[in-house]
């Protein structure tokens, strides 16, 4: 394989993918990096090693290869764009299979247990100072050392995935087998066929390869290899597993000519996610672990059996992919069974269509029945920490084992949350997501929102944060709703009343460059980020001389909050624009809806509701002279000068009736001009309530509730309300 310049690498953000990004980088290669889900610390991470991460799966710079994650299909259409070019497309096993040739390759493999031992590994090579490259497909606990590392060496150590079907183009120099356990059952259909795909491998190594002890596959290669076969003591099914990993480790090191000491050992970090202590006091200790296979499950159960017997064990478990829960039922059931209490999160189903048969459910059949009528399904962590979560302190100690590889740690880490702060999910909500935020992100308790509003009024908001991106934001979102705390979107705070009070939750606001972002598309379009102000979006449109933006130029607002109430002046709405919004939904999706499969009426949008608009491509009606757009515009800034007040205000306080307009029919009742406090029926146009000065929100809605009531009064119409009070509902004033 060539040396690269430049790489693409699309689905970058998992573990197999994302070591694979500083590896290269480190290498001085050019690297673009895509991904639906990335995460912190790993995105900021990334950013500050020098890759390039997109918004879009459209690499700046023409690539030499494009690499995808083993979730994303040869058919996928974010791989077209390359098809019929001299970029070359591979799996990332497959990239790594060809690129690793040209290293003295140390492949780690095996059904479980891999991470922790390349870990191991890498660290104390690290500390020998032994001189490698590497890709761990986990993170050090506190970051210790990078996931991936290049170094000018020939040694190259990293995991070889058995579970895509890449595993057949690798070469390694030593090869390091921990176990065959039979797993991936969508890749090897029967259990002898793991086996015969290992043997291909060790056929291929070069120089060593390293077996566990007393195994079947160990005698196959004293008999059939060329090469030197050695073991280590491997006992998985004990609670010694550790031990039999840092043996593996240690064999390994000896092949590479580096004597790992056992201070290594000792002073090693451990990974993310693997047997992680969360939270411990005298009476319950919270841990998370990786473990997915009914082999790693049995021997982290006997494990922490053996060393706190006398506590309680809860096991919480997530099933990792429908085929895997399908194929081991019985196998999981069994392992499950030495639990005291047991719970099930739904099957985490990767890339996998669902399928029922898969599903926790079907799993509970095959319990032992001391467990099998207690076990229960959540579907929701609310409903799960209400039922588990106990505030008292158990009479009999315990441990609660979160268990699984899907999205289990987050639900593990809001239960230790919640159990560090003793219920308190306010302090909790901060405690999670600490270190899950970019550093850039803003996370205020009790902050001011008048400031933040055209009306300048209202209380204080009990959270306030300016997440920096996507991921941010998903992760704000996931807190949330963990620790149940309402959350709302804030724009520009132009059509909006902040009650006196405030508001008891999460005010969530779209500010940076990242979300500030207006790209410009050949088709007369743009790509537009939801923090973006509408009057920049008619400034950019009538430079590039587009039609039909024109009256966006004297909205206060950002795109968000126009998507959010379907926002208009002078007869034309943001939807009329619209040919796709992508909005983060309520299950931490994104999806891009297009403008016509919407559900839009006046002053409403039920997706923007419901999701949070991220993104937005706007088409214009035409094209036009710059100069006559500009016109056109100063035409309608002066209308609008003419007939609007200039004090603060939140805009058209009540909507239009279907034959008549809200201003008309408050000024036909003879409201113009009527106040409470410093809050005053404008003179200029009686829809408007501006602020001379220091009014209250409770002036504002005083008055509000005056000139409906005038109005049902002189002339029987009952006007609702267009602006938005924030955290309560209008009726509840107005009734």
């Keep these: 394989m060539k040396k690269p310049k430049r790489v693409f690498l699309l689905g970058a953000s998992g573990m197999g993918m994302a070591p694979l990004a500083f590896f290269l980088r480190g290498a001085g290669v050019e690297v673009e990096a895509f991904d639906d889900y990335f995460r912190e610390p790993l995105r900021s991470q990334m950013l500050e090693a020098g890759v390039e991460v997109l918004l879009e799966p459209v690499p700046h710079k023409k690539p030499d290869y494009i690499v995808h994650s083993s979730a994303i299909n040869r058919s996928d259409s974010r791989l077209s764009l390359f098809r019929g070019t001299t970029s070359k497309i591979y799996k990332r096993g497959d990239f790594l299979a060809e690129y690793s040739k040209s290293f003295k390759t140390v492949a780690i493999v095996g059904s479980h247990g891999k991470t922790t031992t390349t870990g191991m590994l890498t660290w104390a090579l690290a500390k020998e100072e032994f001189s490698f490259s590497y890709l761990v497909g986990g993170r050090f606990k506190e970051d210790a050392l990078p996931i991936g590392n290049y170094q000018n060496s020939p040694w190259l150590v990293l995991e070889v995935d058995e579970s895509d079907g890449t595993i057949g183009g690798f070469y390694p120099d030593i090869t390091l087998v921990l176990n065959y356990d039979w797993d991936h059952v969508d890749e090897y259909k029967e259990e002898s066929s793991l086996e015969h795909t290992l043997q291909g491998l060790l056929s291929r190594t070069k120089s060593s390869v390293i077996l566990p002890g007393k195994s079947d596959l160990l005698s196959w290669a004293d008999e059939n290899l060329g090469v030197d076969v050695s073991s280590f003591e491997a006992n998985h099914s004990s609670a010694d597993f550790m031990v039999s990993n840092w043996e593996a480790a240690k064999a390994c090191g000896r092949k590479m000519g580096a004597q790992l000491g056992e201070e290594s050992s000792k002073s090693f970090p451990g990974m993310e996610r693997r047997q992680s202590v969360l939270f411990e006091d005298e009476h319950r200790t919270i841990l998370e672990d990786y473990a997915h296979h009914p082999t790693e499950i049995g021997s982290l159960l006997a494990s922490r059996r053996k060393l706190l017997p006398d506590h309680w064990m809860k096991v919480v478990f997530q099933s990792h992919r429908y085929s895997r829960t399908k194929a081991f039922a019985q196998s999981f059931a069994e392992e499950l069974g030495a639990a005291d209490e047991l719970n099930l999160l739904p099957t985490y189903g990767a890339f996998e269509k669902y399928d029922e048969s898969g599903d926790a459910e079907s799993l509970v059949g095959h319990l032992p029945p001391r467990l099998r009528d207690k076990t229960k399904v959540f579907l929701d962590y609310t409903s799960f920490v209400d039922e588990v979560y106990e505030t008292e302190n158990p009479l009999t100690p315990e441990q609660v084992l979160f268990v699984g590889a899907g999205n289990i740690d987050g639900w593990a880490h809001a239960f230790a949350a919640i159990h560090t702060h003793k219920g308190d999910r306010i302090s909790a909500f901060s405690h999670f997501l600490s270190g899950r935020l970019s550093s850039s992100s803003v996370l205020r308790k009790d902050e001011n929102l008048a400031s933040k509003t055209t009306m300048r009024v209202g209380g204080k908001a009990l959270w306030y944060a300016e997440p920096q991106h996507t991921e941010d934001l998903r992760r704000l979102v996931e807190a949330s709703n963990f620790f149940s705390i309402p959350r709302v979107m804030l724009g520009r705070g132009s059509n909006l009343i902040i009650p006196d009070e405030g508001y008891h939750g999460l005010v969530l606001r779209l500010r940076g460059d990242f979300w500030n972002e207006i790209s410009s598309r050949s088709d007369d379009s743009f790509v537009v980020g939801a923090g973006s102000r509408l009057k920049d979006i008619c400034r950019l449109a009538c430079h590039r001389g587009l039609l039909g933006f024109e009256f966006l130029e004297g909205i206060p607002g950002t795109l968000g909050g126009a998507l959010r109430m379907n926002a208009g002046a002078m007869g034309w709405e943001i939807y009329d624009l619209v040919e796709w919004v992508s909005f983060l939904l309520p299950d931490g999706s994104i999806k891009e809806i297009p403008g016509n499969q919407l559900n839009v009426g006046y002053r409403f949008c039920k997706e923007a509701q419901e999701g949070i608009a991220l993104r937005a491509k706007l088409k214009a009606e035409g094209r036009s002279d710059h100069k006559d757009i500009r016109s056109a515009i100063e035409l309608l800034a002066q209308k609008r000068r003419a007939s609007q007040p200039r004090e603060a205000s939140a805009g058209c306080i009540?909507?239009?009736?279907?034959?008549?307009?809200?201003?008309?029919?408050?000024?036909?009742?003879?409201?113009?001009?009527?106040?409470?406090?410093?809050?005053?029926?404008?003179?200029?146009?009686?829809?408007?309530?501006?602020?001379?000065?220091?009014?209250?929100?409770?002036?504002?809605?005083?008055?509000?509730?005056?000139?409906?009531?005038?109005?049902?009064?002189?002339?029987?119409?009952?006007?609702?309300?267009?602006?938005?009070?924030?955290?309560k509902k209008w009726n509840d004033q107005l009734s």
């Design 654 to 727: 009540f909507k239009n009736p279907e034959d008549k307009s809200a201003g008309w029919l408050i000024e036909k009742s003879g409201m113009k001009g009527q106040r409470v406090g410093n809050a005053v029926v404008s003179d200029v146009h009686a829809n408007f309530i501006v602020n001379e000065g220091g009014a209250t929100a409770e002036d504002v809605i005083s008055l509000i509730q005056q000139v409906r009531k005038r109005v049902q009064e002189e002339v029987q119409v009952n006007l609702e309300p267009e602006v938005g009070l924030l955290g």
